[in-house]
């Protein structure tokens, strides 16, 4: 593997998160304004499996890259922008984590035990409290829309990287040839 591009694991951790995500978000507005039905609760479980293994993926994530350095970024890229990108990817590895604890919280808070493809019954992290469960809703919410902007941020930098700076943004993630 070349020291230019991330490995493998690294990669595909990447887009299986990203892949989990981009199915999450839509899924949780859309849920959100279904009204209480047997069709809205079948949802509800499959997002919360769905955060529960962006969890896990993204602590894999992190486990791997402690131990896997990232390739440097290109040697033309600008301070500032250096600073832009390690505040971003920080954010992101946060939010990653923060979102699912939030809406773990959240089902707590509301008295909805987290049940992991409904056969692993996670542990309520807190007592029921409606009006936690409806402040931690907001906190989830508020959340997710934060990442959301920071996806296009970064989405939008590495497009704008590879297509107007010619550098080999993609390539370092698997898209195309050598970087």
């Known amino acids: 593997m070349s020291h230019?591009?991330?490995t493998r694991t690294a990669v595909a951790l990447h887009w299986l998160v990203a892949l989990l995500i981009f199915v999450a978000f839509p899924l949780g507005v859309y849920m959100h304004e279904l009204?209480?039905?047997?069709?809205r609760l079948r949802l509800y479980s499959y997002h919360k499996w769905i955060g529960v293994t962006i969890f896990l993926l993204v602590a894999v994530r992190l486990t791997w890259r402690a131990a896997h350095t990232p390739p440097a970024l290109p040697a033309g890229i600008a301070a500032w922008q250096r600073r832009a990108s390690a505040i971003v990817h920080g954010l992101l590895y946060g939010l990653m984590l923060a979102i699912p604890l939030?809406?773990?919280?959240m089902s707590s808070a509301k008295g909805f035990q987290t049940v992991w493809f409904g056969v692993v019954p996670l542990p309520d992290l807190l007592e029921k409290n409606r009006e936690l469960g409806e402040l931690l809703a907001g906190v989830h919410q508020a959340l997710n829309f934060t990442l959301l902007v920071l996806v296009i941020l970064h989405v939008a930098a590495a497009l704008q990287h590879h297509f107007i700076e010619r550098q080999p943004f993609l390539q370092r993630?698997?898209?195309?040839?050598k970087a």
Do not use: A, K, Q, T
């Open 102 to 105: 939030s809406g773990w919280l």
């Open 35 to 39: 009204p209480v039905s047997p069709e």
């Open 173 to 177: 993630m698997g898209w195309g040839g």
């Open 4 to 6: 230019d591009r991330y």
